[in-house]
């Protein structure tokens, strides 16, 4: 893999769902295979919202525990990202002694969800809008030097372009209008709930869920919920 492949297959993407299928696939040649993008700031020229996890494959009990959790309020990566302007690793943090107790039992629980040799990517857009990618290995023994690291400091800023332009043409689209209960059924579908927790926590039957459902994925014109949650979230229709 190389950054000029990697620009023009990104060039050729016309959706934010197979844009960041691209940027997994990408990190995952390299030995990342773990990857978040948030936006740490509102961006206001999209008409989009702060928030955590805008579109991730970190695994879903690890991504349920840190919300449950409410992490994002102590996470050092998150408050780095604006304090930084550079790719850093989970190292910094430990070699400036500069974590809480909270947060060296949040870096533990990371290890111990196999989230190893982290990285956190900050991104800055126009306006001072600013985004940032994480970045995770299930492997412990994960070489990474100073020329991966630019490597993937140039695919997480395609990336980001490629996002912004995505988005830019989307907001010409007519807009997409969902109930209450579709949002409520997104929300918690971002969340990592399964179908049966969702009835149970709204209190409706599986074949409501399912009818739902089948309107929220038509409406976002998808077939995987996944996909739904991404373009919701990109959207501005949800927030989590």
């Not at 620009?7 to 844009?19: G, K, P, Y």
């Not at 525990?65 to 430990?94: G, L």
């Not at 869920?209 to 959207?235: E, P, Q, R, Y």
Request: hydrophobic residues 40%; charged residues 25%; glycine residues 6%.
């Amino acid at each position: 893999m190389t950054i000029f492949s990697f620009i023009e297959d990104s060039n050729r993407v016309d959706n934010t769902a197979e844009l960041f299928t691209l940027l997994e696939n990408t990190f995952s040649e390299i030995g990342f295979d773990q990857v978040v993008f948030s936006l740490m700031t509102d961006h206001p020229h999209l008409e989009l919202k702060q928030g955590h996890g805008v579109a991730f494959n970190y695994p879903e009990d690890w991504m349920r525990y840190y919300f449950e959790k409410n992490y994002a309020e102590i996470d050092p990566v998150r408050s780095y990202m604006f304090a930084s302007e550079n790719t850093f690793s989970w190292d910094v943090f430990h070699e400036k002694e500069l974590l809480s107790q909270k947060q060296e039992r949040f870096f533990k629980e990371a290890n111990e969800a196999e989230l190893y040799n982290g990285y956190g990517i900050p991104l800055r857009g126009t306006n001072g809008a600013i985004a940032g990618i994480g970045l995770a290995s299930s492997d412990k023994n994960l070489d990474i030097d100073k020329n991966k690291e630019s490597l993937m400091n140039l695919i997480s800023q395609q990336f980001y372009n490629c996002f912004i332009d995505i988005e830019r043409k989307t907001k010409a689209l007519p807009p997409v209008t969902l109930t209450k209960r579709e949002k409520e059924l997104l929300k918690w579908s971002a969340r990592g709930k399964s179908r049966a927790q969702i009835s149970e926590i709204l209190n409706i039957s599986g074949n409501t869920i399912g009818f739902h459902s089948k309107n929220v994925l038509k409406k976002l014109d998808t077939n995987h919920m996944t996909v739904a949650v991404i373009k919701a979230i990109n959207l501005g229709i949800i927030q989590i």
